[in-house]
């Protein structure tokens, strides 16, 4: 009963965030622009290409390239890297927060309960913004030629195959657990790659051949499925036969994860709070004895700067990126001077030429978008400080502009080595133009993603927690955004207004997001 | 009680419909009937075990940290102990441990006779907890937060109505009542947490953290008030504090910590007289836990 009480409140709190979502001007406009930002988004690409052809096309040439066991495989390495990363994962722990510490962990609910009910919110979430998403890409499509209810029932196969997987994760997780209590010994984590072979295993195709029913495992059912939705190697099977596997895998796996977490897990969460709030041991070996207090600049803006790049590199993961900017940079570098036969560029059938320079701009842009996520969350990094910063003796302007040339960089350096490895792999006739326009996208977006970061404690009265239409609708501006950009470089391609059109966009653009950003500051309660 | 609440009444304790469009005395004299009835149905009022939180030789480790080092410690029914000590003393992480947010490293910790290990839930069901930062989930309204607090804590509906609105009008919140719980100040939201508490019924096993932080002067006062006339009805409150001011105001008995260990135990006048050149609870804490600076 308690497990139901506990999904129900879940359930209300999700209530209570869709009436205030929908009864707030701000967030009611950014779902707005969400929806019918992906849907413009849509209906310009499937209007640029239409792609019942390429879909066509691209049935026939994989039953050419590829055989029936290599869909089999690619799901079953989907699965055991779940496996494998879960296992150094802290499992159902995820699902915990700072305010179920102070609550739930100490009333008198079982760990499993919890865990139940949070991922029941999670699963009810995620179907909604499904059904939206589906919604909203409805011209693309139709466009394609494709039945909603098909589409629909592959996406949410593939979705409760990824829920799978997060709950072989989580499973995975618990063995770690178990095998530390008992044995000490570094040797005991083989076990992990026992456990990636024994989820690959299944996959083998004499195992199949020879027992039919090895395809109950979920990546073989979700291959099944997927062969018979889509028609690719299809064997005659009906495809509900898959679709019934994999929601019998999913109960199986959700029951059995319920089981598995334990009191345990609440000490993993202590664990794990602990430890997010040190220095990553690797990030202070890089950085040194540094102590930018004794920087010799005077101005407020490098000043935040400065506080920004340091205290971000004190996090293991900003490392890591900007370990990423430097060998992927190298790396694609010697891509394309070298060009190495040991990785081909994709090779472009002749059935698909007329799709792959809108395929080149459309990847751009989403390159660039996501290596600006940096720049909104220079905002919402601040968190409580933002109000700091707020109360210290610096103008708006130069706080925004500090955090803007900052990203600015950070943004640079992640989308160079991504265009290196685009320009690489699909290596079209004139790409070097094509590829120019990444630097008005990457001070727009940048400009976008400092701007709505800027946004967050307005909306939210909260500068923790990025609301959820601002996670989403962020891409879907900049989608928009690039997208209006190309369409206008398009259109003036062979006219001289161009080289005074495009850097006129591009300001105004920057200027407009950097001018809200500064209003957005100066409205913070 | 206002209007929808006392109809809200009604319809838990099943009064026909047909009583309820009538004057509000006539309403409350019914309802009033309708709870004494089923008071005297009820169980008799619960008795707190003896001791009601029992801790023995507990010790938690952080990797190689000690956290807590042998921990005893016991709070009675009738009695309010305060947990006192500077910060990283330990006491935070003695009432996690105590309810059982995280487990000792070794040790015995008992809940009104439970074990919090092995009963857990049983355990829990009989202690309330309020976290040193008060946190909540902001997407709740404070009416949602209580009413799911008594559901989880299995209290009658109509109890949970009556003492939702006994401690509302206590600590001031009725204009607060139904808004959301991310838009309420720190002291609001520790106001919430304290009603979620309190709409169980007496006697409590409480643990509180720091109970009076983000509080007004009146609330903070309210809930002093409170929490003495609980001792009074035999509840068992352990309070963790470093304000010796609201320490020496509400505990009969002290624990002092610093750095994991317990450096002083006793009522005031049996640390007065561990110290004799102090005067107040503030002296005997300096004096144990470092000195009292120059």
């Known amino acids: ?525 | 009680m206002k209007g929808d609440e006392l109809i809200n009444l009604a319809r838990v304790l099943k009064v026909p419909i047909t009583k309820r469009t009538i004057q509000r005395s006539w309403l409350i004299d019914e309802l009033i009937e309708e709870l004494e009835k089923r008071s005297s149905r009820d169980s008799p009022i619960n008795a707190l075990h003896q001791p009601a939180i029992e801790l023995e030789k507990v010790t938690k480790l952080f990797g190689k940290t000690v956290a807590v080092r042998n921990l005893d410690l016991q709070v009675h029914p009738g009695e309010i102990l305060g947990l006192v000590g500077p910060n990283g003393a330990g006491k935070t992480t003695t009432l996690r441990i105590l309810t059982g947010i995280i487990r000792a490293s070794s040790g015995v910790i008992q809940v009104n006779g439970h074990d919090i290990n092995d009963s857990p839930i049983l355990a829990k069901a009989s202690i309330g907890y309020i976290p040193e930062k008060p946190t909540c989930y902001p997407s709740l309204t404070a009416r949602e937060y209580v009413t799911f607090m008594a559901r989880i804590y299995k209290v009658p509906q109509e109890i949970a109505l009556i003492r939702m609105r006994e401690y509302v009008e206590l600590f001031q919140f009725d204009e607060f009542i139904d808004s959301y719980i991310g838009t309420l100040s720190k002291g609001n939201l520790q106001r919430v947490l304290l009603i979620g508490i309190f709409v169980r019924e007496p006697p409590y096993i409480l643990a509180l953290d720091e109970p009076i932080y983000g509080l007004d002067p009146r609330g903070a006062w309210n809930l002093k008030k409170l929490l003495k006339r609980l001792r009074g009805e035999g509840s068992a409150i352990l309070i963790s504090t470093h304000i010796l001011e609201v320490a020496t105001d509400l505990c009969d008995r002290f624990v002092i910590m610093n750095e994991g260990d317990v450096v002083g135990r006793g009522t005031l006048e049996e640390l007065l007289a561990l110290q004799p050149q102090a005067t107040s609870l503030e002296e005997v804490f300096l004096g144990l836990t470092g000195g009292i600076p120059e």
């Open chain 1, 1 to 525: 009963m308690t497990t139901f009480k506990l999904l129900k409140i879940e359930i209300r709190m999700l209530y209570n965030q869709f009436r205030l979502a929908i009864t707030t001007p701000s967030m009611l406009l950014f779902y707005g622009v969400t929806f019918f930002g992906i849907f413009f988004v849509s209906s310009v690409i499937s209007s640029l290409v239409t792609f019942a052809p390429l879909l066509v096309n691209l049935s026939g040439l994989m039953e050419e390239t590829i055989d029936v066991w290599m869909i089999y495989a690619a799901t079953a390495v989907l699965s055991a890297s779940a496996v494998v990363s879960g296992y150094f994962g802290v499992g159902p722990a995820a699902v915990l927060s700072d305010i179920d510490e102070s609550l739930l962990m100490s009333m008198p609910v079982k760990p499993h309960q919890i865990f139940l009910s949070r991922y029941g919110r999670r699963i009810i979430r995620k179907v909604s913004f499904i059904f939206l998403g589906l919604l909203a890409v409805f011209p693309l499509l139709q466009s394609a030629g494709l039945l909603f209810l098909t589409m629909a029932t592959i996406l949410v196969i593939i979705t409760i195959f990824l829920e799978i997987n997060y709950l072989l994760g989580a499973m995975s997780s618990y063995a770690r657990l178990w095998i530390s209590k008992k044995a000490t010994s570094p040797l005991r984590h083989l076990l992990v790659v026992l456990l990636g072979i024994l989820v690959l295993l299944p996959a083998s195709p004499w195992l199949i051949e020879t027992l039919r029913v090895f395809v109950i495992v979920p990546s073989n059912a979700l291959a099944l499925s997927l062969s018979e939705f889509t028609g690719i190697f299809s064997q005659g099977v009906n495809p509900i036969v898959g679709v019934m596997l994999i929601l019998v895998d999913f109960a199986i796996c959700i029951l059995v994860m319920a089981n598995l977490t334990g009191y345990e897990y609440y000490e993993v969460f202590a664990a794990i709070k602990g430890q997010e709030q040190t220095e990553g041991r690797f990030s202070k070996i890089i950085r040194g004895d540094v102590d930018f207090s004794n920087s010799r600049f005077n101005d407020p803006m490098i000043w935040i700067m400065l506080k920004d790049f340091w205290s971000r590199l004190r996090s293991p993961m900003q490392l890591w990126k900007y370990i990423y900017a430097v060998f992927g940079t190298g790396f694609v570098l010697y891509l394309n001077i070298a060009r190495p036969p040991w990785f081909p560029a994709f090779m472009i059938p002749v059935g698909l030429a007329f799709a792959i320079v809108p395929a080149f701009i459309l990847m751009m842009i989403m390159f660039v978008q996501m290596g600006s996520v940096t720049a909104m969350l220079s905002f919402v990094d601040e968190r409580d400080n933002v109000y700091l910063l707020k109360a210290s003796p610096f103008k708006p302007r130069d706080i925004i502009l500090a955090k803007y040339l900052l990203s600015l960089f950070e943004v640079a350096i992640a989308v160079l080595p991504a265009c290196g490895f685009l320009i690489y792999l699909l290596h079209i006739e004139g790409y070097l133009a094509i590829i120019t326009l990444a630097a008005p996208l990457v001070l727009i977006f940048t400009a976008t993603g400092n701007a709505i970061g800027a946004y967050v404690p307005v909306i939210t009265n909260d500068p923790k927690t990025l609301p959820v239409p601002l996670a989403f609708s962020f891409p879907i501006i900049n989608l928009g955004l690039g997208t209006a950009m190309v369409y206008l470089v398009a259109i003036f391609a062979n006219s001289w207004i161009i080289i005074v059109l495009l850097p006129l966009f591009t300001i105004t653009l920057v200027s407009f997001f950097l001018t809200l950003a500064v209003h957005a500051l100066n409205t913070y309660k």
